[in-house]
């Protein structure tokens, strides 16, 4: 069984508190510290170069990279540097790109699903290549660890075949909904998914790593009545009751105990072993990697 290991993903990170933020999550207990790739974000690079000042024994990660927005070339000189300035800390995570409203801003042209995938492909083979030849050279070798996030099942094959790390992140853009959009996979199609990934990937399935980014994270004695809450606020993306919220694996709500049990279920039942929270519940997931770490009988984070 794969060790756990906890990520934040600082989609709102204030850039002045930042090198702050990241000692503190290290203090946590966590992982990994990862950053987005949107527009109206702080530039992901930038931040991971600051955490890498700031901690010693943290990974950095993209959660994830617009495939679009990045040359190979430009993106193997990037990742390489902050795999250098961390001593070997960089989780490289790609996607295809979703939200349209950021490429016309951009003005990037948008292109269908297939072309983004193909493209997204073609980086992965270009990477492959820059980092054999790239100076300055990055620490893990042949390259970065790579993680693939998404959802549709061809991205999914893709991951698969490619990534070292699989994300699943339960959202899915809502038919005939504006851009942006979202909703939100039960239990039975997120395992027809994670299914998909593993039959897909044939023999090299038991090496891959599966990362669930959790919506939300509740530390709360009454788990019903902080589900019925939540539902409300879910309820629009298909969590509309307290059953269908406690039952979600992008949802994480009870005691600390009771959050630490259905990890160990979800790990057990989906092989999710790599659990990353939005920043904002951080600090209630900080309370639940303790009895996690007891549960499966772990040490602290490793240094």
């Known amino acids: 069984m794969r060790r756990f290991r906890f990520g934040v993903n600082f989609r709102a990170a204030q850039i ?50 617009n495939n679009e927005f990045w040359n190979p070339a430009l993106l193997a ?20 790109g979703h939200m349209k409203s950021e490429f016309e801003e951009a003005g990037i042209p948008w292109r269908g699903h297939a072309e983004r995938l193909s493209a997204l492909e073609a980086s992965l083979d270009a990477l492959e ?13 042949p390259r970065p660890p ?22 699943f992140g339960g959202l899915v853009q809502r038919r005939g909904a504006r851009m942006g959009v979202f909703d939100m996979d039960g239990p039975g199609e997120v395992l027809r998914r994670v299914d998909l990934v ?35 606020v879910y309820g629009a993306g298909g969590l509309d009751t307290a059953e269908k919220v406690l039952a979600s694996p992008f949802v994480l709500v009870g005691t600390a105990g009771e959050i630490a049990d259905g990890l160990l279920a979800a790990r057990e039942r989906y092989g999710f072993s790599y659990v990353t929270a939005h920043g904002e519940s951080r600090e209630a997931l900080a309370e639940v990697i303790p009895r996690v770490r007891e549960a499966a009988g772990e040490r602290a984070a490793l240094s």
Not at 21 to 45: I, Q, Y
Request: aromatic share 4%.
């Open 129 to 141: 290549a820059r980092f054999a030849v790239q100076e300055p050279a990055p620490v893990q070798r």
């Open 198 to 232: 593993r039959e897909e990937a044939g023999d090299r399935a038991a090496d891959l790593e599966f990362n669930v980014l959790v919506q939300a994270v509740s530390v709360t004695d009454d788990a019903e009545k902080e589900a019925a809450r939540l539902a409300g």
């Open 146 to 167: 790579v993680l693939i996030g998404g959802h549709g099942p061809a991205t999914l094959r893709l991951a698969a075949r490619r990534a070292d790390t699989v994300g």
């Open 16 to 65: 002045e508190d930042w090198p702050d933020e990241c000692r503190r999550t290290e203090a946590m207990g966590f992982d990994t510290v990862v950053a987005p790739d949107h527009l109206g974000h702080p530039s992901p690079f930038a931040m991971l170069a600051a955490a890498a000042a700031s901690t010693s024994r943290l990974r950095l990660g993209t959660l994830v990279l």
């Open 77 to 96: 000189r990037e990742a390489a540097t902050v795999d250098r300035l961390s001593g070997g800390r960089l989780d490289l995570g790609l996607g295809l």
